[in-house]
C-alpha cells in the first residue's frame, strides 16, 4: 500500500478511477467526495476504509464526524489526534460545506502535511454541494483530491443488473430491463432496493416482466414522480398539489422529483423539434410526443430554466419545499394549451 505524500491536486477523479487506484494500494491523504449520488459517497466511504485499514482497526479507527453538529474547533481536536505507532486512521467528515471559509482554512492547514498513516475524507450531500465555481470549491479542490459522484450511466446500471439478476439465476425480457433502467434512472441506492425486492420475489429460474417491475416496485417514488409529470403536462392543477403533498409526506426527496420533472421537460423539447432521445428512454417517445402538442418551444424551454431555478432554491433551503414544488407546478401548468 503506498500513500502520495503530497496534498496538492488540480485534476478531477472519476469514481471508477479512484476505485482502481484504491485497489492498487494507491491512496491520497485527503479526498473531497461530492455529487448527487449519496448512496455512492457513502459507499465509496467505506471502500476506502476497508482497503486502508487492517481487519482488527476497522472497528476502532473508522471515525464519522458529522458536520452539521460539530463545531470546528471539536472538528481540530479530534483531527489533532494521530495515530499510535504502526496504526491507520480514516476520518470522515460529512456536510464540510457548512463550515465557514476561515474554519475551512484551519482545518487545511492541519491536514498539511499528511500523515502517512491517515486518510481524510471531506464530503458534501448533493443538496448541498457548492457550485465548482465558488471559492469553496477551488480551494478544497486545490487540496484534496476531488471525486464527484454523479448518476450511473446507462451501461454502468445496465450490467449492475444483469450482474445482480444472473447471480440470482433470473433473466429479464428486454422490454422490462429498459423500464427498470428507466426507473432507476441512475440512482446506485435505488437500484440495490429495488432489485433486492425482484431477486425476493421471482423464484430461480424465472424472467422478469414489465407487469413484475411496476408491481414489485409499486412503492418506489419514480412511478409516482412519473405520474407527477403526466399530471402536470395534463395540467391536472387539484391531483398535481394533492401528489406533491404525498410524495414528500412519504419521505421522498424534492430534489430527487425535480430531477425527474426536469428530465421529462428536456425530453418533450427533445421530440417536439425532432431530436433523439437517449436509448433507455426511445420507447418513450410516442408518448412524449402526444404530450408535447401541449406546448410551445418557448413555453417548454422556461419549464426546463424554471426548474434549474428551482433546484437552485432548494439547495439554499430558504423555503420549505413543499412551497417551492408547488409553486414551480403552478408555473409549470400556467399559459394555455397550444393543441
Same mark, same amino acid.
Not at 421522498?252 to 431530436?275: C, D, E, I, R
Given at each position: 500500500? %503506498?500513500?502520495?505524500?503530497?496534498?496538492?491536486? %488540480?485534476?478531477?477523479m472519476?469514481?471508477?478511477?479512484?476505485f482502481?487506484?484504491?485497489?492498487?494500494?494507491?491512496? &491520497?491523504?485527503?479526498?473531497?467526495?461530492?455529487?448527487?449520488?449519496d448512496?455512492?459517497?457513502?459507499?465509496?466511504?467505506?471502500? *476506502?476504509a476497508?482497503?486502508?485499514?487492517?481487519?482488527?482497526?476497522?472497528?476502532?479507527?473508522?471515525? @464519522?464526524?458529522d458536520?452539521?453538529k460539530?463545531?470546528?474547533?471539536?472538528?481540530?481536536?479530534?483531527?489533532?489526534?494521530y495515530?499510535?505507532?504502526? #496504526?491507520?486512521?480514516v476520518?470522515?467528515?460529512?456536510?464540510?460545506?457548512r463550515?465557514?471559509?476561515?474554519?475551512?482554512?484551519?482545518?487545511?492547514?492541519m491536514?498539511?502535511p499528511?500523515d502517512?498513516?491517515?486518510?481524510?475524507?471531506?464530503?458534501?450531500p448533493?443538496? &448541498? !454541494?457548492p457550485? &465548482?465555481?465558488?471559492?469553496?470549491?477551488?480551494k478544497?479542490?486545490?487540496?484534496?483530491?476531488?471525486?464527484?459522484?454523479?448518476?450511473?450511466?446507462?451501461a #454502468?446500471?445496465?450490467?449492475?443488473?444483469?450482474?445482480?439478476?444472473?447471480k440470482? #439465476?433470473?433473466?429479464?425480457?428486454?422490454e422490462?430491463?429498459?423500464?427498470?433502467?428507466?426507473?432507476i434512472?441512475?440512482?446506485r441506492g435505488?437500484l440495490?432496493? #429495488?432489485?433486492?425486492?425482484?431477486v425476493?420475489?421471482?423464484?430461480?429460474?424465472? !424472467?422478469? !416482466?414489465?407487469?413484475?417491475?411496476?408491481?414489485?416496485?409499486?412503492?418506489y417514488? /419514480?412511478f409516482?414522480?412519473?405520474?407527477?409529470?403526466?399530471?402536470? /403536462?395534463?395540467?391536472?392543477?387539484?391531483?398535481?398539489?394533492?401528489?406533491i403533498?404525498?410524495?414528500?409526506?412519504e419521505?421522498n426527496?424534492?430534489?430527487g422529483a425535480?430531477?425527474?420533472?426536469g428530465?421529462?421537460?428536456?425530453?418533450?423539447?427533445?421530440? &417536439?423539434?425532432?431530436k433523439?432521445?437517449?436509448?433507455y428512454?426511445?420507447?418513450?417517445a410516442? @408518448?412524449?410526443?402526444?404530450q408535447?402538442e401541449?406546448?410551445?418551444?418557448?413555453?417548454?424551454?422556461?419549464?426546463?430554466?424554471? *426548474?434549474?431555478? *428551482?433546484?437552485?432554491?432548494?439547495?439554499?433551503?430558504?423555503? @420549505?419545499?413543499?412551497l417551492?414544488l408547488?409553486?414551480?407546478?403552478?408555473?409549470?401548468?400556467?399559459?394555455?394549451? !397550444?393543441?
Amino acid at each position: 500500500m %503506498t500513500l502520495s505524500s503530497s496534498c496538492w491536486y %488540480t485534476t478531477g477523479m472519476t469514481p471508477q478511477q479512484l476505485f482502481s487506484e484504491i485497489s492498487a494500494g494507491d491512496f &491520497k491523504p485527503l479526498y473531497y467526495f461530492y455529487g448527487s449520488e449519496d448512496y455512492r459517497i457513502v459507499e465509496a466511504q467505506r471502500f *476506502v476504509a476497508r482497503q486502508f485499514l487492517p481487519e482488527k482497526q476497522a472497528s476502532v479507527n473508522f471515525c @464519522k464526524i458529522d458536520g452539521k453538529k460539530t463545531r470546528c474547533t471539536d472538528l481540530l481536536a479530534q483531527l489533532s489526534v494521530y495515530p499510535m505507532l504502526g #496504526e491507520r486512521q480514516v476520518f470522515v467528515v460529512s456536510d464540510f460545506q457548512r463550515y465557514k471559509p476561515t474554519e475551512v482554512d484551519r482545518v487545511l492547514k492541519m491536514l498539511d502535511p499528511a500523515d502517512p498513516n491517515r486518510i481524510v475524507i471531506l464530503s458534501s450531500p448533493g443538496s &448541498k !454541494t457548492p457550485k &465548482k465555481t465558488s471559492a469553496f470549491f477551488k480551494k478544497v479542490g486545490q487540496a484534496a483530491q476531488a471525486i464527484e459522484f454523479g448518476r450511473l450511466t446507462r451501461a #454502468e446500471t445496465a450490467a449492475l443488473i444483469k450482474r445482480k439478476l444472473s447471480k440470482a #439465476e433470473l433473466n429479464a425480457e428486454p422490454e422490462a430491463m429498459d423500464t427498470l433502467i428507466e426507473l432507476i434512472a441512475g440512482n446506485r441506492g435505488a437500484l440495490e432496493v #429495488e432489485l433486492d425486492k425482484i431477486v425476493d420475489y421471482l423464484e430461480p429460474g424465472g !424472467t422478469l !416482466t414489465v407487469r413484475d417491475v411496476r408491481t414489485i416496485t409499486a412503492g418506489y417514488q /419514480v412511478f409516482s414522480i412519473f405520474e407527477l409529470a403526466d399530471e402536470i /403536462v395534463d395540467r391536472n392543477q387539484a391531483r398535481v398539489l394533492q401528489h406533491i403533498r404525498t410524495l414528500l409526506a412519504e419521505g421522498n426527496s424534492p430534489t430527487g422529483a425535480l430531477y425527474f420533472l426536469g428530465q421529462h421537460f428536456v425530453s418533450l423539447y427533445l421530440v &417536439k423539434n425532432g431530436k433523439s432521445l437517449e436509448p433507455y428512454r426511445r420507447w418513450l417517445a410516442p @408518448k412524449f410526443r402526444r404530450q408535447a402538442e401541449g406546448f410551445d418551444n418557448r413555453q417548454l424551454e422556461n419549464a426546463i430554466l424554471e *426548474v434549474a431555478r *428551482v433546484d437552485a432554491a432548494l439547495r439554499r433551503g430558504r423555503q @420549505k419545499p413543499q412551497l417551492i414544488l408547488e409553486q414551480l407546478a403552478l408555473n409549470l401548468m400556467s399559459g394555455p394549451q !397550444t393543441a
